[in-house]
């Protein structure tokens, strides 16, 4: 599904949530040592702030946008550096998933823009499609717990997040967070891609 707008937005530079700055819970998790450098895949890369960061500290980045004018401002901010940085444009929902396997995903407010529960499911599945087995995807979610506000992310249940990520990937983390600069309440994901499929629940007597 994607936005009717985003172009617009991009061209217009109205991009509320693009601070030029790569986001501090991704900055966090890398220096926690819990991803090394690997070959990683940004979902909704936008202006490629944080693709281009993870590069500068030895990545292997693929960051992909609906956006084609976001994808161009990307590649203008990459210029000739010499990065193991490369973006390109696409729908992560109906396109098949980018070719890996990557080791690391990364998106943030991405995965929360989609209102079906159906939609949010094959996000997942197309992430877990994507990354190698042991994969980790760290998602930065619009999180309904907060004060009431009529603008910014979109708000989603922890509920509808682990409904929509299980059982495509496990969950390793799920916990309160915020979204830099911009005073709205998250959901801080991180899953991983299964290297056994999920076992039914049993009944012992």
């Known amino acids: 599904m ?13 991009l509320p949530w693009d601070t030029g700055q790569p986001e501090p819970l991704l900055v966090d998790f890398v220096a926690s040592r819990r991803v090394q450098p690997c070959a990683a895949l940004e979902i909704g890369a936008g202006t490629g702030t944080n693709a281009i960061w993870l590069a500068e500290r030895g990545f292997d980045v693929l960051g992909v946008d609906v956006s084609t004018v976001a994808v161009a401002k990307a590649q203008e901010k990459l210029g000739a550096r010499a990065l193991r940085c490369r973006f390109a444009a696409g729908d992560f929902l109906a396109d098949p998933p980018p070719v890996g ?47 009431p506000r009529d603008s910014g992310p979109p708000r989603r249940t922890a509920r509808e997040v682990l409904l929509a990520i299980e059982p495509a990937l496990e969950i390793v983390d799920l916990r309160s967070a915020g979204f830099y600069n911009h005073g709205a309440t998250a959901w801080l994901c991180l899953s991983r891609k299964r290297t056994e499929p999920a076992q039914p629940s049993t009944r012992h007597g």
């Open 101 to 147: 396997p990557f080791e690391f995903a990364f998106d943030r407010g991405c995965f929360h823009m989609f209102d079906e529960p159906s939609e949010r499911e094959r996000f997942a599945a197309n992430v877990a499609a994507a990354l190698a087995p042991g994969g980790l995807w760290l998602s930065l979610i619009g999180s309904t717990e907060g004060p």
């Open 2 to 14: 994607a936005h009717p707008s985003w172009n617009e937005s991009y061209a217009s530079g109205q």
